[in-house]
Structure formats: C-alpha cells, structure tokens
C-alpha cells in the first residue's frame, strides 16, 4: 500500500510547485508594477519642475507610504492564468485519486471496481474512497462540500470559461463559497461577474493539498498501521 501513499505524495509536490510558481509570478510582477509605476512617478516630478537631487527622496517616501499597487492584482494575476493554475491543480488531483484508488482496489482486491460506481472523476473517486474503502479521514462533511464546489468551479471553466453565471445556477453558489463573485448588482437580471484572483487561487490549492493530506492520513492508518 506504500504505492498508494507513494502517489499521493508525489502529486502534493507538484501542487507544492504550483503554489510556488504563483508566488514567484506575483513577486516578479509586483516589482515590474513597481519599477513602472516608479519610472512613471519620476516623469511627473520632472516635469512638475523638482530637482533631481530631490527625486530619489520623493519617489522612496511616495513608494513606501502609498497603495500604489492597490488594484494592481489583475495585472499580477490575469484572469487567464489563474484559471489555468486552478485546472491545473485539479487535474493533478483527479489523475492523483484516479490512481489512488485502482492502486487499492489491486492491491487489496476489493470487490467493487472504482469504474463500478456512477459518476467519474474526483467526486467518484471520493466516493470510492469513502463507501468501498471507508477511509475514515474523509469524513469531513465541510471539506467534502469545498472539494464538490471546486469541481463544479472546473466543470465551469474547463467547458464555458465565461466570466459570468446565472445567479440561480449551482454554479453561483460554488462561486459564493470561493468568493469569486465579484458584482451582484446584476442579479436581478439573473446573472453576476465572477473574478478570479490569486486569493481564490489559494484557497483552491489549500482545500485540494487538506484532501490530499487527510486521504495520505487514511491510507498510513488503515494499511500501513499495525492493528
């Protein structure tokens, strides 16, 4: 069963390098903003008539003391790759818990195959892993709840990709839990905006890793524990 175990660490890592490609994106673009926000800065001193033995001076107090890379997110993280991290890291759970389970149903020589169950993907697998093979750990009715939210999230993205949804869809109340909605001043008019940002894109990572995390934790307790 350490083969299990085995993929399921392997498949951490690689959302462990997508989490750290994220940040690396963000501190690269934050300093590119910066550098041009400060180029642009210095212009307007020049041009308002300073000195330039005063414009280091000004420039440092106005970069350190303002909100200058306030509403800068959306250029730091575009809509696009967001959401192509985000199907990243699902499809690295889905290929994950698709493994995962065959490698028990083998290895342990459960009755019932993972394809035997109805639906597909992740939430098959779940339910694989939580109704054959009982893994205690995923009896977390609220993590359960975030993973189902992500999937409709990606069933959203990976076929429609729109930036907004019906407000009375299933869709919309996946959006609320992840806070992505970002306007619902048209929902009156039966739909609202979604935006992504690097938040979202943390939160998705955090819950996908937790599952990941608790599944590892339930393999270690129910086959590789002495009894």
């Not at 800065?41 to 350190?64: A, F, P, Q, T």
């Amino acid at each position: 069963m350490s083969l299990a175990k085995v993929f399921i660490e392997h498949y951490a890592d690689e959302l462990e390098e997508i989490k750290k490609y994220t940040q690396q994106i963000d501190i690269w673009q934050q300093n590119m903003q910066r550098e041009r926000f400060k180029n642009d800065l210095i212009n307007s001193l020049e041009d308002m008539g300073y000195e330039n033995l005063d414009l280091g001076r000004l420039v440092n107090e106005h970069l350190n003391n303002s909100d200058w890379y306030v509403g800068g997110i959306h250029e730091a993280f575009p809509q696009l790759l967001i959401k192509s991290l985000f199907l990243s890291a699902y499809s690295c759970l889905e290929i994950c818990l698709s493994e995962v389970t065959e490698i028990i149903h083998r290895e342990q020589n459960l009755l019932l195959k993972p394809s035997d169950l109805r639906g597909r993907g992740v939430l098959r697998a779940l339910l694989y892993l939580r109704k054959v093979v009982l893994l205690p750990m995923l009896d977390d009715c609220e993590l359960i709840k975030e993973i189902q939210a992500l999937n409709m999230l990606r069933n959203f993205y990976a076929h429609d990709g729109k930036n907004h949804i019906k407000s009375k869809s299933q869709e919309y109340q996946a959006a609320k839990k992840f806070g992505i909605v970002r306007d619902e001043a048209t929902k009156t008019l039966g739909i609202v905006e979604l935006y992504l940002d690097k938040e979202f894109l943390n939160k998705a990572l955090y819950t996908i890793n937790l599952l990941l995390t608790y599944i590892r934790q339930g393999v270690i307790d129910k086959y590789m524990t002495p009894h």
